[in-house]
């Protein structure tokens, strides 16, 4: 049964950083690429950043570039979401997602992904 698991969110005042995690189960994630969504109040889904399957692909939307970076960690079937310099339009749930075919390269589109997580809370306020 294919799981991911946010965690790592919460609230943070403006200028401050927090890293998100997306654990990984019953799937190979070696094969997939991953993407990081949002949600912020009366918004829609949109999308953050995306890692290939072997990192040498990356997205990142124009809002978070420079303050945001996504990694992985294969061996231990984690993705991260590194959030620097955060500031109040940040603020939203954050969920990540696995494509559903090869994970070469990746994009922002909900309909390349077929799995998603429950999504993580952060909140930037001071």
């Known amino acids: 049964q294919v799981q991911l698991v946010e965690s790592g969110g919460g609230l943070v005042q403006p200028g401050g950083s927090l890293r998100l995690s997306c654990a990984a189960s019953?799937?190979?994630?070696?094969?997939?690429?991953i993407g990081w969504f949002r949600q912020a109040p009366g918004k829609e889904r949109e999308g953050v950043s995306c890692?290939?399957?072997?990192?040498?692909?990356?997205y990142y939307t124009d809002s978070v570039k420079g303050r945001f970076n996504i990694s992985r960690d294969n061996a231990k079937n984690m993705v991260y979401l590194q959030m620097n310099n955060l500031q109040p339009e940040d603020t939203a749930v954050y969920f990540c997602?696995?494509?559903?075919?090869?994970?070469?390269?990746?994009?922002?589109?909900?309909?390349?992904?077929?799995?998603w997580g429950q999504g993580t809370r952060v909140t930037v306020s001071s």
């Open positions: 997602a696995k494509t559903g075919f090869g994970g070469y390269e990746c994009d922002d589109n909900e309909d390349d992904y077929s799995h």
């Open positions: 019953g799937f190979t994630l070696d094969y997939y690429a």
């Open positions: 890692i290939s399957s072997t990192s040498d692909f990356t």
